[in-house]
C-alpha cells in the first residue's frame, strides 16, 4: 500500500485584514483576511517549516526524497530542494528535485513521488510546495492571493491514507501568468478565464477519475480541490454534484488566501487533521490542465502523533496594523534605508564550508563533560578537552530567553524594535540570536522560545539564510 504517512503545514504569523486594504484604496473588499509572510520569510523558508512538521516523530535517515514546488523560487537558476533538505537535516543521499513554474506544481511533485515510491527507487518522500505571490496593488489579487505552506510525506508502510488512483489531463490555456520581468501575476478576462478554462478543465479530470473507479459525487466523503476564488469554488462544487456546506474541504479564501502551488496541498492537510479512518478523499488541482486523486484514510491516521498543520497555525496570528508595513515587507515600496553599511555579500566558500553548522544549525556537546556549546570549538570552554566532540543540533531544541536588547534605530526590520537575544537552549547551550514574529509587549525574560529557518538578508543576488528564534506559541 502506497499512500501518505505523515503530514505538515506552515502559514505565517502575520495576517492583513482585507478592510484595512479596502481603506488603503477605496474598493470594495472580499472579506476576511489574507496570510503575510513575514519580511524575513520567502517559499524556501516556509516549506522548511513545514516540511519539519511533517517529519515531527521520523528518523531522519527514514527520509529519501525531497521534492519542492513552488511558483515563487528565490532563484531563477539554482535549486532550492537542495537548501530545504540541508535545512532538514535530511541525509546526504536524499533525492531532490524542485518543480516550479505552475500552480499544480505541488500535485505534479505529489504524482513524481509516487511513482518514486511505488518504483522502489526511494522509500520515503516528501513533497512540500509553498508559494509567496504578488498581485497587482489595488487589484482582486492582491487581496485573493496569501502565503503558506504544506507538506505531505509518502511512503509504502504506515500509511495514513492509501493513494487509490489518479487521473491527469494537460490542457494550455493562457489564464494566469508571470513572466521574468514581471513582479505580479497577470490574468485574463475573468469570465472566460473561469469558464472556458478553470470549471470546464477541473469538472473534466473530476468526472474522469470518479468514472475511472466507478464512483458518484455521493460517495466522497470530503472534496479537496483548488479554485481561484470563493465564487468558482462553489460553483464547481455544485456543477459536479457535491454539497458544499458537508462534502466540501474549506479553500481557507478567508483565512488565508489563494496560496498557489500550495493550496491544495494545504487544503488536503486540513482535510486530514478532520478524517476519520473509511474516509474517501477527492484532491483536485488546476493550472495548463489539472490532476485529480482519490485517497482512502486507515486507521493508521489515528496513530500519528500531533502536528501543528493548518489548524494550529490558524489559531497563532498577529494583525499587521497598516497596508504599508505589508508594501515594506514586499519591498514594493522604497524607504530610507538604515545609516549602516550594507551587508557584505556573502561567500559562497565561506556558506559552503560552514553549510552544516548554519542551515542544519549544528553544535557540539563534549564527549569529556557533556558541555553543548555553539558555534563548535575545538576545545571545551568547561573541561579544556581537545578535539573530542560529538554533533548536536540545536535547530529541533527549544529554548528560553535568558536577556534581551531591543533595537529601534540602527535595523533592518521594517517592522522595529528588533530584538537581540541571548537563548538558553533546553539540554545545554547558549545561543546569540535575532527574534522574530513577536508581539513586543510579550517579550519578557524567561519567555519560551523555537527555532525557525528566516532569510537573513540578500546581497549579490544570493540568499543568506539562518536560524532566529521565535516565542512559543
Known sequence: MIGITSYGAYIPFYRLSRDELARAWGRSILGGEKAVANFDEDSVTMAVAAALDSIDGFARDQIGGLFFATTTSPYQEKGCASIIAAAADLPR????????NSLRSGTIALSSALDAVNAGSADNVIVTAADCRLGAAGGESEQLFGDGAAAVMLGNSEVIASIEGSFSIANEFMDRWRSGDDVSVRSWEARFVISEGYLATMQEAISG?????GLSAKDINKAVFYAPDPRSHT???????????NQVQDPLHTTVGNAGAASALMMLVAALEESKAGDMILLANYSDGADAFLLQVTEQIDKLGKRRGVKGHLGMKMMLPR?????????LIETEPPNFPEPISPSPVVMWRERKKNLALYGAKCKQCGMVQYPPQRVCINCQAKDDF???????????????????????DPNPPEFYSYVDMDGGGRMVLLMTDRDPTEVKIGMP????????YKSAGINN???KCKPVR
Open 209 to 213: 477519475i470518479l468514472k475511472k473507479h
Open 323 to 331: 497596508y504599508e508595513l505589508y508594501l515594506e515587507f514586499r519591498e
Open 93 to 100: 543521499d536524499t533525492r531532490i528535485a524542485d518543480f516550479c
Open 390 to 412: 560529538e554533533d548536536y543540533r540545536f535547530s529541533d531544541k527549544t529554548g528560553r530567553l535568558f536577556t534581551y536588547g531591543a533595537n529601534y534605530l540602527l535595523t533592518r
Open 235 to 245: 460553483t464547481l462544487a455544485r456543477s459536479i454534484g457535491f454539497e458544499p456546506r
Open 465 to 467: 539564510y539562518y536560524w
Open 449 to 456: 522560545v523555537e527555532m525557525t529557518f528566516r532569510r537573513i
